[in-house]
């Protein structure tokens, strides 16, 4: 069920920037036990939205590892997000209109900020599990290093503690995409709309990779000349991202995990700040991940105490971390189990 969260007074970002107020579109499915011990809160990742059992089906719902049945679940949207969450289309209450491009940037301390501000809300004390994939994962250790003694255990999957430089390389190509649309500054819903599409565009070879793309687009006779199918499903990703997301959220979003590095002002090296995580940590990579490699899970379970590691061997690249979602239910339940 979506909720909404408002919190009526001034909200500091990272880099001293402040929003007058802030609000929170969050999801909850199940009940919270009576000594509050049952707490799944579930961070998500760059296009998602609250709705996790939506859009990682298989993982969070009933008949798998995160159940309802058992766990009390929460999945808010991300601040700078288009889904409910204060960001670019929400209004900006100096000016009575939204802020449109002249949102500030974020980070996701900046986030992870504002989840804190809502499990206060809810009056949860404890986080049996914070999970989350790609940008989630980065939440979630954020989370894990500002509150340890309320997050109990994680599930990083397909993350890194630090971004790369590759990561930063293709955020920055997809900015390029989005700013080359000379709508894209506009004071509108539907700026950057085109610039979008070619930054999803890019987003998807990274997403995937040669052998998947081969295994489903590749072409079953040799005469053509156009309208190849790859192409085709290329554009329609574009298509589809642009009737439900916005290209400032995703130019800001974008941003926030440039910056994401575990060891800013921590005056440690990632390692250092990494062996400082005392929760028990299921690291989860995926062999075909082209975005982020299973090398940055390996250091990330290498360097956390006890941190334990697994291998999703799947052709979908880093999309696997959604698609493979029995495999990932199986493996989080046992360990669930044994923790």
């Not at 690291?283 to 941190?307: F, H, N, R, W, Y």
Request: with cysteine; aromatic share 10%; proline share 4%.
């Amino acid at each position: 069920m979506l909720h909404r969260f408002v919190y009526d007074q001034p909200f500091q970002l990272e880099n001293g920037a402040v929003l007058p107020n802030l609000e929170i579109a969050y999801h909850t499915y199940g009940q919270l036990s009576s000594d509050g011990s049952n707490v799944v809160w579930v961070c998500h990742a760059l296009t998602a939205n609250a709705d996790a059992a939506a859009w990682w089906p298989g993982v969070i719902g009933e008949g798998t590892a995160i159940t309802p049945e058992k766990y009390f679940i929460v999945c808010a949207n991300i601040l700078g997000s288009c889904y409910g969450t204060t960001g670019p289309l929400s209004i900006n209450p100096a000016t009575g209109k939204p802020w449109f491009n002249s949102f500030p940037n974020i980070t996701i301390r900046d986030m992870v900020k504002a989840h804190i501000l809502l499990r206060q809300h809810l009056n949860i004390s404890s986080i049996a599990l914070c999970m989350g994939g790609s940008m989630g994962g980065y939440q979630a250790m954020e989370w894990a290093l500002a509150e340890p003694r309320v997050i109990r255990k994680l599930f990083l999957a397909a993350t890194s503690a630090a971004e790369s430089a590759w990561g930063i390389a293709i955020h920055e190509a997809q900015r390029l995409a989005i700013e080359a649309d000379p709508t894209w500054n506009a004071d509108s819903p539907a700026a950057g709309a085109n610039g979008l599409k070619a930054a999803r565009a890019i987003g998807m070879l990274t997403y995937r990779n040669y052998s998947a793309m081969v295994q489903r687009q590749a072409e079953t006779e040799n005469d053509k000349l156009d309208q190849f199918k790859a192409a085709t499903y290329i554009r329609y990703q574009g298509e589809k991202l642009v009737t439900r997301f916005n290209a400032q959220s995703y130019w800001l979003l974008t941003k926030s995990m440039d910056s994401h590095n575990i060891a800013r002002g921590r005056n440690v090296p990632v390692d250092e700040v990494l062996k400082s995580i005392q929760q028990p940590v299921l690291v989860m990579g995926i062999t075909s991940d082209l975005l982020c490699p299973t090398i940055e899970q390996q250091k990330i379970a290498a360097a956390i105490p006890g941190a334990n590691y697994i291998e999703i061997d799947s052709v979908y690249g880093h999309d696997g971390f959604l698609v493979e979602a029995g495999l990932i239910s199986d493996n989080l339940g046992k360990w669930l189990e044994n923790k």
